[in-house]
Antibody, heavy 123, light 109 residues
C-alpha cells in the first residue's frame, strides 16, 4: 500500500525558511516523478513544484521560482521542499503527490497524495 | 496561461445524477483528470485520462471530454459523495503547465 507522509511544516515569520519532507513507502520510489501541490485556506489546488524520477529535471511555478528548491533522496525514499523568503501568500497546506509517470512533464496525473502539512507564514 | 472553468457549486438529491463540468479552450484534445477532496482530507483521483477509473472507485463515477467541455458524471449520488471536485490537465505551452480548475462543491441535498 502506498503511503506518503509529510513533515516539517509549522509557523514561520515572513522572510523565514522551512524544509518540508515527504517519506514515501509502498512503491518503487525511484521509478516515479513527484510533486508538491499546495492549497491555501479555503482555496483550490495549486501545483507548486515537481521533480523527475532521477532528480535530474525539476519544475517550479512562477509564484515560488527562485525561493523554493525541490529535491529527492532516492536511497531513502524521501522528497523535500526547501522554502525560503517565505511570504504570507505561501500560507497553505502542502501536499506531496506521486506522479503516475517517471517524468514530471506530460499529461500524467497524481495517483497518490499525502495527508498534507500546514505551513503558516505570519509575524 | 490556460484556464479551466468549473461551476462553484452543484446540488443534487440522493439517488439522482450529478454532472460537474470543466471548461477550457479545446479541452477535448487534452487528457482530463478529476479529483475528489472531502473536508480535511487529501484529494483522491476518481477519473483519469478523461474516462478511466482507478481501482476502488465505484462505477457510478464516469467522465467524458469533447470540444471545450469535460464532464464528470456521478450516478446514483450518495451522501458520502459530498465533496469538492477538481479537474486537471496538462497544457504544455503554459508557464504553469499542470493546471487545476477552481473546484466545484458538490452538495447532496
Amino acid at each position: 500500500e502506498v503511503h506518503l507522509l509529510e513533515s516539517g511544516g509549522g509557523l514561520v515569520q515572513p522572510g523565514g525558511s522551512l524544509r518540508l519532507s515527504c517519506a514515501a513507502s509502498g512503491f518503487t520510489f525511484n521509478f516515479y516523478a513527484m510533486s508538491w501541490v499546495r492549497q491555501a485556506p479555503g482555496k483550490g489546488l495549486e501545483w507548486v513544484s515537481a521533480i523527475s524520477n532521477s532528480g535530474g529535471s525539476t519544475f517550479y511555478a512562477d509564484s515560488v521560482k527562485g525561493r523554493f528548491i525541490i529535491s529527492r533522496d532516492n536511497s531513502n525514499n524521501t522528497l523535500f521542499l526547501e522554502m525560503s523568503s517565505l511570504r504570507a501568500e505561501d500560507t497553505a497546506i502542502y501536499f506531496c503527490a506521486k506522479n503516475s509517470d517517471q517524468s514530471w512533464s506530460g499529461p500524467y496525473y497524481f495517483d497518490y497524495w499525502g495527508q498534507g502539512n500546514l505551513v503558516t507564514v505570519s509575524s | 496561461s490556460y484556464v479551466l472553468t468549473q461551476p462553484p457549486s452543484v446540488s443534487v438529491a440522493p439517488g439522482q445524477t450529478a454532472k460537474i463540468t470543466c471548461g477550457g479552450i479545446n479541452i477535448g484534445s487534452k487528457n482530463v483528470h478529476w479529483y475528489q477532496q472531502k473536508p480535511g482530507q487529501a484529494p483522491v483521483v476518481v477519473v483519469y485520462d478523461d474516462s478511466d477509473r482507478p481501482s476502488g472507485i465505484p462505477e457510478r463515477f464516469s467522465g467524458s471530454n469533447s470540444g471545450n467541455t469535460a464532464t464528470l458524471t456521478i450516478s446514483r449520488v450518495e451522501a458520502g459523495d459530498e465533496a469538492d471536485f477538481y479537474c486537471q490537465v496538462w497544457h504544455s505551452s503554459s508557464d504553469h503547465p499542470k493546471v487545476f480548475g477552481g473546484g466545484t462543491k458538490l452538495t447532496v441535498l
